[in-house]
């Protein structure tokens, strides 16, 4: 009897603008099938939390780029509770660090150097081409990895997405109204599809979908229908 050859689990890719349901979504949909969640944010928040730990101005490649340049990040799920990816570098469990308020203070200034993200790039595809990742994004289908299995860009009307924002950011204990977070997202929308590099765009191959009038299991129902038309029903 010949060897059986087993197929790695199929990488999963969520695109899509701020406030269209990737996090949570992409998170209910690992849960569900087993798999990894990765945000591609969360190597950007990695790296601004090394560049703040050495002191890097958040705004010059040539100090950050050094700063970052040992990263090594692993990506865990949560073991306990509700879903949520852990980040570490280096073995360090970093996950509360990144998403600290100094870290959000400076991530947006790291993220946009392009020497920082084709650093990344490299990272992201380790991770991600390991497979049975749901990875999330805004280049993730395009960029990072154009291989996958399935790519879905998801989206939904710029009311929608500010409502959801802001509904988020008092709950959050955030006093904020809701026409400053709707510009706050019109202004990221344009700035992430018009920039130079990387800019957010569905692949010609991805699968669009609307989350307006979804919940997240619905919506994640709709990725799953998709997931069995093309044979990748399957578990780790």
Not at 198 to 210: C, F, G, M, N, Q
Request: with cysteine; net charge negative; hydrophobic share 40%.
């Amino acid at each position: 009897m010949g060897l059986v050859r087993l197929m790695p689990a199929p990488v999963i890719t969520i695109d899509g603008p701020v406030g269209s349901g990737k996090s949570t979504v992409g998170q209910l949909l690992a849960e569900r099938r087993g798999y990894l969640c990765v945000d591609s944010g969360l190597f950007y928040r990695a790296a601004a939390l090394a560049a703040q730990r050495a002191g890097a101005d958040p705004s010059d490649a040539g100090e950050v780029v050094p700063a970052i340049a040992n990263l090594e990040l692993e990506f865990r799920p949560e073991t306990e509770g509700a879903y949520r990816t852990r980040v570490l570098s280096g073995g360090e469990d970093v996950t509360e660090g990144v998403y600290s308020v100094d870290v959000e203070a400076i991530v947006s200034d790291v993220s946009r150097l392009p020497e920082v993200r084709a650093h990344l790039l490299g990272e992201q595809r380790r991770v991600i081409g390991q497979g049975g990742v749901v990875a999330l994004g805004r280049d993730i289908g395009t960029v990072v990895w154009p291989e996958a299995e399935l790519k879905v860009y998801l989206d939904a009307p710029l009311e929608t997405r500010a409502l959801r924002k802001w509904q988020q950011r008092r709950t959050d204990g955030e006093c904020i109204a809701f026409a400053r977070v709707r510009d706050l997202l019109e202004t990221r929308d344009r700035i992430d599809s018009t920039r130079a590099d990387a800019p957010l765009a569905a692949a010609v191959d991805a699968v669009r979908i609307d989350s307006d009038d979804s919940s997240p299991e619905e919506t994640v129902a709709q990725i799953e229908v998709l997931l069995r038309d093309r044979g990748l029903n399957h578990g780790c």
